[in-house]
């Protein structure tokens, strides 16, 4: 048996939701806490798995963690070399944040390779080489890492490519290294200017212009108290599900800068939505036209919105494109969508939306966080009823999605299936 969420969809939904804390940001913020050795109060941070996983590594680090409500409170002053090779550096991607702090507090690390959703081939070897670059030497085998920092010194990183992970791993080392750092095509992402104002507040000393990042390292550290951000993907995940089923549906607390690329294809589409300081209120706009989208770093449309978008768009008049630039297999939404009923070809990194006047309820399996939050919206819009299976990837990321859901007036509910009955059903 498995618990699916079940839904009934084809109805409007009213009222106000929430945003959560940044995802991809607190998942930066907790590892590197670790870098004061001090106490650092962090608030809005969002009670989901990958939370959880990262407060279990930090404990077996000697970390004490107090997380009630909203508020996380570490603890480092008493931490102490530990290896990371525990199951636990599986469950994430964002465990990889623990190489460069524990080489920047221990000069050493043996530990697990990562883990994270499966959206093609997500290789690690930009933080690889600019660890290299900047004089660790690593030995790998099978899943595990050696790192030995001993010799690490300042040097110049310039990444062939725009990443987020590497990006945040190599400012990190870079901040216990001493003398100047730089880094040149670093990634621009919100998150990466945030956790540059929390290193700052924590006494590192770092610069940043554009996607140039200037560290000047190994400075002394110490406790702060940080507020995390809204998450910009669950409030476009929310935006989106408004534009397809809401009744004036008010998403509330976001950054609005943050999904200026959503709202551009808004606007494009004709959505009916307005702004209201921190929130955006968005009712249900039927889609008369298609659009071309392409997936980009920051401040382009990013690819983790590409999944619920691609559902949005299916229900429509036109034909869409959405080329997918930034992983190369993040399409597991693609065959369930068109299993309800939408009309959805892929080429090579390209998403073709034919539009279809309706989408139907069926059983559907989602395999990775966004795509089986697409499938969510994708229940909402249907005529019918919609099983979602996946609910442990929606849990990774959405905090209470289904509460959250079920407050605005949802018909959602999570149900036990037999899961041989669904492959059945295949
Ligand atoms: N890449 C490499 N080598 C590397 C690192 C990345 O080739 O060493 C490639 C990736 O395969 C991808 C591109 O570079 O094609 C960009 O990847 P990036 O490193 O920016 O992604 P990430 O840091 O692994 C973060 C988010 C993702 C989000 C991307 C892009 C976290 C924990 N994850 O991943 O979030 O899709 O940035 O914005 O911050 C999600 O929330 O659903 C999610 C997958």
């Known amino acids: 048996m498995e618990e699916v969420i079940k839904i009934k969809g084809n109805k409007l939904l009213k009222g106000a939701v929430d945003i959560s804390g940044s995802k991809n940001l607190c998942v930066a913020l907790l590892p590197a806490a670790l870098l004061a050795q001090d106490i650092v109060t962090i608030h809005n941070i969002p009670p989901i798995s990958d939370v959880y996983n990262l407060i279990d590594i930090l404990e077996v680090l000697n970390a004490r963690v107090i997380y009630k409500d909203d508020v996380l ?7 102490k070399y530990s290896d990371l090779t525990i199951e636990t550096m599986h469950k994430l991607r964002a465990s990889y944040y623990f190489y460069s702090v524990m080489l920047g507090l221990f000069k050493k690390l043996k530990t697990y390779g990562i883990g994270g959703c499966r959206l093609g081939s997500r290789p690690i070897d930009l933080h690889l080489k600019a660890f290299e670059i ?12 050696e790192f030995d920092g001993a010799k690490m010194h300042k040097a110049r990183i310039v990444f062939e490519k725009s990443s987020v992970g590497a990006t945040i791993n190599t400012l990190l080392l870079a901040t216990q290294i001493k003398g100047k750092t ?13 956790l540059i104002k929390y290193l700052k507040q924590m006494g590192a000393d770092i610069y940043q212009s554009e996607s140039t990042i200037v560290i000047d390292g190994g400075k002394k550290m110490h406790g702060t ?6 998450d910009r993907i669950e409030a476009g995940t ?55 989208i392409l997936t980009s770093p920051y401040p382009g449309f990013p690819t983790d ?31 369930e969508l068109n299993r309800m009923g939408a009309n959805i070809q892929t080429t090579n990194m390209n998403i073709i939306i034919h539009g279809v006047e309706e989408l139907n309820g069926t059983v559907v399996s989602g395999k990775d966080l966004r795509g089986a939050a697409s499938l969510v919206l994708a ?14 990837y929606i849990n990774r990321g959405y905090e209470n999605m289904i509460k959250k859901l079920k407050k605005l007036h949802a018909k959602i509910e999570l149900s036990l299936l037999n899961i041989e009955e669904n492959e059945d059903e295949k």
Request: proline letters at 2%; hydrophobic letters at 40%; glycine letters at 6%.
């Open 73 to 79: 409170i570490i603890d480092s002053s008493n931490i």
């Open 134 to 145: 900047l004089g660790v030497i690593i030995n790998s085998n099978d899943d595990t890492y």
């Open 182 to 194: 730089i880094i040149e095509n670093a990634a621009q992402e919100p998150e990466i200017t945030e």
């Open 225 to 230: 108290e940080f507020t995390n951000i809204p």
């Open 238 to 292: 929310y935006a989106l599900i408004g534009a397809a089923v809401g009744d004036k549906l008010k998403i509330r607390n976001i950054v609005i800068e943050h999904i200026q690329s959503l709202l551009d294809i808004f606007d494009v589409l004709e959505v009916n939505y307005r702004i209201e300081k921190n929130n955006l209120i968005v009712s249900k706009s039927k889609i008369k036209k298609g659009i071309v």
């Open 305 to 335: 919105l590409q999944q619920p978008l691609t559902t949005f768009l299916s229900v429509n008049k036109g034909t869409s494109v959405i080329i997918e630039s930034i992983y190369d297999n993040r399409f597991a939404h693609i065959k």
């Open 379 to 392: 229940g909402l819009m249907a005529k019918g009823e919609t099983i979602v299976s996946g609910l442990e």
